[in-house]
């Protein structure tokens, strides 16, 4: 099976940098993908790590460890549009993607 | 390019009754995916297509959910008898299989059930 652990909650001051961690465990594991979901929406895809190393993206980075099951989430001069829920989800060899349950991000003024 | 195309969005049913969704993916996008989505919680994977044909339904609980795709592109879901822990958003994914593609999901808007 699949075990996939991020924070539940976290809060940020715009402007800041926040990291948002998630470690995993799985089998045949090919790939890790990071997803944000505004309330009431659908998940829309950020980010896609295979190889391990960091990924940028403007103010988004993603960053992979594959021998440590490790992944975090760098988001850069915070906005306050980004309050949003971050999913982690890991894709495996047969091309299912399992996510985990999210960290909801508030960004205070 | 139009996106992944869901209903109905909400969808209020009293337990013991039936409901259909349904899914129209992104053209050429042969991987399509239902996922359940209970509030607080992140999607879990209900049943993934590969074509018409199922790649993996280990989480679909089939005493009272189907679900198919029979031309390889629209698929339904289905609900009956309906309990009342399935109230939650039903969100469907397609995703583009080819080579050095990433395999991202792109998600539908999702059909909210509410079941009372």
């Known amino acids: 099976g699949q075990n996939i652990d991020q924070p539940t909650e976290m809060t940020a001051t715009e402007g800041a940098i926040v990291q948002i961690n998630c470690t995993y465990q799985?089998?045949?594991?090919?790939?890790l993908f990071w997803y944000q979901q505004h309330a009431g929406e659908a998940p829309t895809f950020l980010s896609y790590?295979?190889?391990?190393g960091l990924e940028e993206k403007g103010r988004f980075s993603s960053f992979l460890s594959r021998s440590k099951g490790y992944s975090y989430l760098l988001l850069k001069e915070l906005q306050m549009k980004d309050s949003a829920s971050y999913l982690c989800?890991?894709?495996?060899?047969?091309?299912?993607?399992?996510f985990g349950d999210g960290t909801t991000l508030t960004v205070k003024p | 390019e139009a996106g992944v195309a869901q209903s109905p969005r909400y969808k209020i049913i009293e337990k013991r009754q039936s409901v259909a969704f349904w899914c129209n993916p992104i053209?050429?996008?042969?991987?399509l995916y239902w996922y359940q989505q209970i509030l607080g919680q992140g999607p879990k994977l209900l049943i993934q297509f590969q074509n018409n044909g199922v790649v993996d339904d280990s989480q679909l609980p089939k005493d009272r959910f189907s679900a198919e795709r029979l031309k390889g592109v629209d698929s339904t879901l289905k609900i009956q008898p309906a309990k009342l822990e399935d109230s939650a958003v039903y969100l469907c994914?397609?995703?583009?299989?080819?080579?050095?593609?990433?395999?991202?999901?792109?998600f539908g808007e999702g059909s909210r059930l509410t079941v009372l």
């Open positions: 790590n295979v190889l391990d």
């Open positions: 989800a890991v894709k495996t060899n047969a091309g299912k993607s399992t």
């Open positions: 053209s050429g996008h042969a991987t």
């Open positions: 994914a397609s995703s583009l299989v080819a080579g050095g593609n990433t395999g991202e999901l792109f």
């Open positions: 799985t089998s045949g594991f090919n790939g």
